[in-house]
Every structure is written in C-alpha cells, then in structure tokens.
Nanobody, 125 residues
C-alpha cells in the first residue's frame, strides 16, 4: 500500500520558519520525483517545489524562491520542505506528491500519481 505521510505543519508568526517532512512507503521512492503542493481555501492547488529522483535538481514556484528549500533522503524515503521567512500568504494545506521519473511539468498536479493527506501551515501574528 502506498503511503505519503506529511508532518511538521503548525502555527508560526510572519518571518518564522517551519520544516515539513513527508515519509513515503509502498513504492520505489528513489525512482520517483517528489513535490510539495499547497492549497488555500477557495484557491487552486499550487505547485511549490519539486525535486528530481536523485535530488540533484530542484524547481521552485516564483512565490517561494529564495525562501523555501526542498530536499530528500532516499535512504530514509523522506522528502523535506524547509520554509523560511514565512508570510501570511503562505498559509495553506501543504501536500507532498510522487510522480514516476523526472521531467515535464514538474509543478503541475496532473503529473503526480500519489498524494499525502496534507499538513496545515498557518502564518499569523
């Protein structure tokens, strides 16, 4: 059974940091591109960051470039999202997702086969 389990969300003040984790199981993690998406109420799901199978290439949405860093540990079947300088507009449910291989529209939800259940991030004073 494929599972993607996110953790690390919470309430943080503007300018603060959070580190999200996503533990994967049930598939060959090292053969899958991994991404983080987010969805705020009333908005479409947005690709935030994606990382290639070996972790050598990362792609970011313009809205998070320079603030967020995606990484992965293929030995631990885990992908991370380090979020710094958080803003209120970063408030959303954050999901990790997995897609076989790397390439194409890596920040498009349609690219991804497996999804986690999400972890809430709220940025507020």
């Amino acid at each position: 059974e494929v599972q993607l389990v996110e953790s690390g969300g919470g309430l943080v003040q503007p300018g603060g940091s959070l580190r999200l984790s996503c533990a994967a199981s049930g598939f060959t993690f090292s053969s899958y591109a991994m991404s983080w998406f987010r969805q705020a109420p009333g908005k479409e799901r947005e690709g935030v960051a994606a990382i290639s199978t070996a972790g050598f290439v990362a792609v970011y949405a313009d809205s998070v470039k320079g603030r967020f860093t995606i990484s992965r540990d293929n030995a631990e079947n885990t992908v991370y999202l380090q979020m710094n300088s958080l803003k209120p507009e970063d408030t959303a449910m954050y999901y990790c997702a997995a897609a076989a291989g790397w390439g194409g529209q890596v920040l498009s939800p349609a690219r991804y086969r497996y999804w986690g259940q999400g972890t809430q991030v709220t940025v507020s004073s």
